[in-house]
C-alpha cells in the first residue's frame, strides 16, 4: 500500500487544481497556490524529489482536461436488477454510482457509492464495462469527458435504505424496468448487463 503521505500530498494537489479553474477571486486564488505549494513541499521532501520537478509537473494538470470517472454498481438478487430513484435532476430511476473520489481505487469507490445509496454493502467482483459517455445515448451531453465504469457487485449484507441522494430502492425484472435517469444509464445498457449476467463468461465491454 502506498504511504499515507502520498494521498494527502494527491488530495491537496486535486483541491488546488479544482480551486484555480473556478476561483476568480484573487484571494482565493492565492489560497489555492499556497494549497499547491504545501503539495509539492509534501511530495519533495517525503519523495526525496527536487522540488522545482514537483511543481513543473504540478503545472502541466489544470482544470478538467482529462476525463471524469462515473462508477456504477451492477447487483443482482433473483434475475432482478438494483435500482435507485435519485432526488437531484430529473427524480428518475438508475443504477447506483457516482464519481470516483481522489484515493479511491474504481472498486472501492463503487462499494462505497451502492452503500450510500442503497443501504447494500457489497463487493465487487467483476467489471463488465467501460464506456466512453458521449458514445452512447446519455442526455443531456455534459461539458466534460466522462468514461462511466459498470462493475458487478455481489451483496454482502444490509437491506434497502435510501440515502440523502435517493427517495426509493428496489430490484426490478428485465421486463419491468422504470423510467430510467438517462443521463446515468440508458435502457440499452440495461439489458446488456441483464445479458451479462446470463454469461458470466463474457469478457468486460469497451468503446
Not at 1 to 12: F, G, V, Y
Not at 39 to 60: H, P, T
Request: contains cysteine; aromatic residues 12%.
Amino acid at each position: 500500500m502506498e504511504p499515507r503521505w502520498i494521498k494527502w500530498a494527491r488530495a491537496l494537489q486535486a483541491i488546488s487544481q479544482t480551486g484555480l479553474h473556478f476561483a476568480e477571486n484573487k484571494y482565493d486564488l492565492e489560497r489555492y497556490r499556497e494549497i499547491q505549494e504545501i503539495a509539492a513541499e509534501v511530495f519533495s521532501d517525503y519523495g526525496k524529489i527536487d522540488k522545482e520537478v514537483v511543481k513543473n509537473l504540478f503545472a502541466r494538470e489544470s482544470g478538467y482536461a482529462t476525463p471524469k470517472v462515473d462508477v456504477r454498481g451492477v447487483v443482482f438478487r433473483n434475475s432482478q436488477i438494483l435500482l435507485v430513484r435519485e432526488i437531484a435532476d430529473d427524480n428518475l430511476w438508475t443504477l447506483p454510482g457516482g464519481w470516483a473520489d481522489v484515493n479511491e481505487s474504481p472498486s472501492e469507490a463503487v462499494v462505497r457509492e451502492v452503500l450510500e445509496e442503497s443501504g447494500y454493502e457489497t463487493r465487487a467482483v467483476k467489471l463488465l464495462a467501460v464506456y466512453d459517455r458521449a458514445k452512447h445515448d446519455h442526455v443531456p451531453p455534459y461539458p466534460y469527458h466522462i468514461y462511466k465504469l459498470f462493475f458487478l457487485c455481489e451483496i454482502i449484507r444490509g437491506k434497502a435504505k435510501p440515502s440523502g441522494e435517493t427517495s426509493e430502492t428496489g430490484f426490478f425484472p428485465e421486463h419491468d424496468i422504470p423510467e430510467l435517469s438517462v443521463s446515468r444509464v440508458t435502457p440499452k445498457q440495461i439489458g446488456r448487463f441483464f445479458a451479462h449476467n446470463k454469461h458470466p463468461e463474457w469478457p468486460a465491454d469497451f468503446d
